[in-house]
């Protein structure tokens, strides 16, 4: 039995855009409008190097991450080819015009994913 | 809805690439069929020679195998010929009797090679070179004999020939014409090659014309060939002989079934074929505008537009291809492409030392570069067959034209090095630090024949972009002269075969002022576009119709829509604009301030005089803003950023000029300025030029007698010093010839296009005629960019009149 939690209209969201929902532990969950009102939620960070999949372009059922153009699928989280790699993807209800999660899963998922951290970048030199 | 039916005659590579693009544009619109007469899925043709010369398998070479064809649901026919058509009842039918229903029908069947029509042509041991099973045969023969003729000198003769070498034969190359490879090379390199050649070990017998074969049995007539017999009466041994006397469009099918054939199936600029509707045609079979290609970028370039029009998009002319040579035989460099001879109308730079083994010759004509033929050094191959593509004047880089693209003062790995010498795992892409090594694995793995797909693959050169020509070059040698080149026009993304002119054309001519309007009007492929065209129509609709076209921040890339530059962590940096390079005690403290009450990690002096705050969380944004209460520095916009300046006459005792006046009114008056690009002023107050301004979008240096203005100068990623526009008197002048010269750039340059190329592509004479020598002209471009400014408003405090999303800064909670 899952718990739906309202987190918000789908009018808060821009069309073709996303709004950010902050969760008491671990990374953010982006939610997502497409231009036909579909709603999707994924883990704010994108597979590749941890971009705020929220930041990014929205266009059809995709999104452009900010940090190196990756194209992500808003249904499944993954990454359209040649890239590969997914990040978690949350489930969405409609009701009405509210937008709902399941609580367990905000609770409960990805919470061992790190955000990326500024700093000196880390390379692997040969020896 | 009932699914169309589609079938395919011919399984090579043309055909599958023209599938491919069909099933990304339209993956459930056909069932599809395909006849191959080979018993191999689609494989690399191209590639024969290297698995000839042992450096690669037969199994490296396949590009789509049998689960390919199984995951997209294609039924295919392997070893089946198609050997009629009914076309009213439009049924296919093959040599064993499979027959297939369509309702189109899409002919690749490829080409043929040309044999000799003289006696013993049908002996033993005598073979075209092809497909696979020849190779293989040739493989086979290497083995077990001895002597080999190959009878033809251009291409597919030569790599034949290097090929069989390799595998310890004794190879004489029979050839008719004067010189080698006559159709890509003129005398000179064409002898040169020679000279190579024979020293790895072949042997030559040029201007040769080919009597019999003779066979091993029944008195010369029946057996194996064990001899070639020339016209003047000499005999060469020969236990295997090469027919690569060229090739002929395979029509015979087409022919049989009544559409119409010149020297290939004829095809329209849709590609379908002038007889019938429902049948299309692509690859080395069919006849375009009277030319049948035999090379791999022109019909890959066919085979997309057919896929358009079998998609039902109905989009996509096929207006033909320029094409280049390559040789590929290990460790022979020769380029060739366009009117290479030269002749009638047109001049030659020629540069030659026979002895050090290089010879380069470039055509031009009307100031225009129309061909080119290297031999030992084809470095700028790529470079030269670009130029030749967009058909650019030439005149102003003439005299260093011979010595390459290098020699234009280029930053980066762009045509430094050869390509071809350089070690696997050499770097070649800086950014997203792919190695050479790294490319030519994916380049003959995966099939890969265009820039894009190698940046797709391996990232090279899809970030900067300065390594292009580079990994344009190793795509040459490794996919050989076939790779695909850009075509003439460019797309502006995959949504669209709309060039960016022609985008900009249309939104100027039928005042599109929204966003839907262009795409509906253009007929986009996508409902509302993708991360690449967005952007640029946003700006497009902007820079055309200010204060009519709606601005579209969900279109804008998130920089632009937040106002400040995002980090690798997701914060953002924050700039504030300094006018001019000039601060002061009470800016300072209220950065200080700042920086203290949000935490801000890290302070840095920018390159462009002014101050950067780095980390700062996007629900600060506003409030930073707010405190900092300077206008934005638009750092983080392809926008004006900032104009550098030196202290000039108001304290140095050099100054000639008052530069930091200059730089604060230049600023005050082009600030919140968009553009294709990023834009960097800098004005200096002598020629010591302090500011740097000789690499700068629009550079001014301040002498005694007045101001001189620089353009198209970069920094970057094309480090490039300005040219010299023009000189003027006055500070109203000099504010007038820059204003008018960045409007012109904004109103035709290219999305993502820095003035620095935008000038090597419309080039310096363009701008002059519009700027200097049309008075009227500029007055009306500077007043086009002081409307379009007037009252544009400051992004950081006028959230509503700049559309600013404030939604954005406040997270939602659970």
């Known amino acids: 039995m899952s718990t739906w939690k309202a987190v918000c209209r789908v009018g808060d969201i821009p069309v073709l855009g996303a709004r950010r929902v902050a969760r008491p532990q671990g990374v953010d969950v982006a939610v997502f409008r497409t231009q036909d009102d579909q709603v999707f939620a994924l883990l704010d960070r994108c597979p590749h190097k941890g971009g705020p999949l929220s930041q990014g372009i929205v266009f059809g059922t995709s999104v452009a991450c900010p940090l190196h153009n990756w194209t992500i699928g808003l249904d499944d989280g993954c990454a359209k080819t040649p890239d590969e790699g997914c990040t978690q993807r949350f489930s969405v209800r409609l009701e009405g015009d509210q937008v709902l999660l399941d609580l367990d899963e905000l609770l409960t998922l990805a919470l061992d994913e790190l955000p990326p951290a500024a700093g000196a970048a880390i390379r692997l030199v040969a020896a | 809805m009932r699914k169309l039916k589609l079938v395919m005659v011919g399984n090579g590579m043309a055909g599958v690439r023209t599938l491919e693009e ?443 972009g300065s390594c292009t020509g580079l990994v344009e070059q190793i795509l040459m040698f490794t996919a050989g002269g076939d790779y695909s080149a850009t075509p003439k026009k460019k797309a502006v993304c995959a949504c669209t075969d709309h060039s960016h002119d022609e985008v900009r054309r249309a939104i100027r001519e039928h005042r599109l002022v929204t966003m839907d309007s262009a795409f509906r009007f253009l007929d986009w492929r996508t409902p509302n576009g993708c991360s690449t065209c967005r952007p640029a129509v946003n700006y497009y609709l902007l820079s055309t119709w200010p204060k009519e076209a709606q601005d579209d921040p969900q279109s804008r890339f998130i920089n632009e829509r937040s106002h400040a530059n995002i980090q690798k962590d997701g914060t953002y940096s924050v700039v504030p604009r300094m006018w001019g390079g000039e601060t002061n005690a009470s800016e300072l403290r209220r950065i200080a301030d700042v920086v203290e009450k949000y935490k801000i990690p890290t302070v840095k002096v920018t390159g462009g005089q002014r101050i950067d705050l780095l980390g700062v969380k996007k629900e600060d944004l506003p409030h930073v803003w707010q405190d900092l209460g300077m206008p934005s520095g638009h750092a983080y916009a392809k926008a004006l950023r900032t104009v550098k300046t030196c202290v000039g006459s108001e304290w140095c005792r050099f100054g000639t000029q008052d530069s930091t006046q200059m730089g604060k009114d230049l600023e005050r008056a082009l600030w919140r300025m968009y553009a294709p690009h990023k834009v960097k002023l800098a004005v200096s107050g002598c020629p010591r030029n302090c500011a740097e301004s000789g690499i700068k979008d629009v550079g001014i240096i301040g002498v005694d007698s007045g101001w001189e203005l620089y353009i198209g100068g970069n920094g970057g990623i094309k480090t490039e010093a300005g040219q010299f526009f023009c000189k003027v008197k006055t500070a109203e002048e000099v504010l007038e010839y820059s204003g008018a010269f960045l409007q012109l750039y904004r109103e035709e340059g290219w999305y993502l296009e820095r003035t620095v190329h935008y000038l090597h592509r419309v080039g310096m004479e363009h701008v002059k005629q519009k700027v200097l020598e049309d008075a009227e002209n500029r007055k009306a471009l500077w007043e086009r960019l002081q409307f379009a400014l007037d009252g544009e408003p400051d992004p950081w405090f006028e959230f509503d009149k700049a559309h600013v999303d404030t939604r954005q800064f406040e997270p939602l909670s659970v």
């Open chain 2, 22 to 464: 069909l099933l990304k544009m339209a993956p459930d619109l056909y069932d599809i069929t395909v006849f191959g007469a080979e018993p191999h899925p689609n494989y690399n043709r191209i590639l024969l020679s290297p698995v000839l010369a042992g450096e690669q398998t037969l199994d490296e070479i396949v590009l789509n195998p049998i689960e390919w064809y199984a995951q997209h649901g294609i039924t295919l026919h392997l070893g089946k010929k198609v050997v009629d058509v009914d076309r009213r009842r439009r049924i296919v039918k093959a040599e064993d009797g499979t027959t297939a229903e369509y309702d189109r029908l899409l002919l690749a069947t490829g080409s043929n090679p040309f044999i000799l029509p003289v006696p013993g042509k049908d002996l033993d041991g005598v073979i075209a070179y092809r497909d696979i099973q020849d190779t293989n045969t040739m493989i086979e023969a290497a083995q077990r004999y001895k002597h080999a003729v190959v009878v033809g000198g251009g291409l597919l003769g030569l790599e034949a020939a290097n090929g069989l070498m390799l595998r310890g034969m004794q190879v004489t190359v029979v050839h008719i014409a004067p010189w080698l490879m006559e159709r890509q090379l003129d005398d000179v390199a064409g002898k040169l090659l020679q000279k190579s050649l024979e020293d790895r070990g072949l042997r030559f017998m040029i201007g040769a014309s080919t009597a019999a074969l003779i066979g091993d049995r029944d008195e010369g007539k029946g057996g194996r060939v064990m001899a070639v017999q020339f016209k003047d009466g000499r005999e060469v041994p020969a236990d295997l002989v090469v027919m690569a006397a060229g090739i002929r469009p395979n029509t015979e099918l087409a022919e049989k079934i009544g559409v119409h054939c010149n020297r290939g199936i004829v095809v329209s600029d849709t590609m379908q074929t002038i007889t019938d509707a429902r049948i299309y045609a692509v690859g080395e079979c069919a006849s375009h505008r009277g030319i049948a290609y035999g090379l791999v970028a022109p019909l890959f370039e066919q085979g997309k537009v057919c896929a358009t029009h079998l998609a039902e998009f109905g989009i996509g002319r096929y207006t033909g291809s320029q094409v280049s040579t390559k040789l590929k035989v290990t460790g022979i460099d020769l380029f060739s492409a366009g009117n290479f001879m030269g002749g009638e109308g047109t001049e030659e730079i020629v540069m030659s030392d026979p002895y050090g083994g290089v010879y380069k010759k470039l055509v031009l004509q009307d100031d225009k570069l129309v061909g080119a033929c290297l031999y030992g050094d084809t470095v700028d191959g790529s470079w030269y067959f670009q130029l030749l593509r967009e058909g650019r004047k030439v005149a102003e880089i003439r005299d260093r034209l011979m010595f390459g693209e290098s020699h234009l003062g280029v930053a980066g790995h762009e045509g430094q090095n050869k390509a071809a010498s350089m070690a696997d795992d050499a770097e070649v892409c800086g950014c997203n630090g792919v190695n050479k090594g790294t490319i030519c694995k994916a380049i003959k793995e995966k099939g890969l024949f265009t820039l894009d797909e190698v940046r797709k693959h391996t990232k090279a050169s899809a970030s900067c």
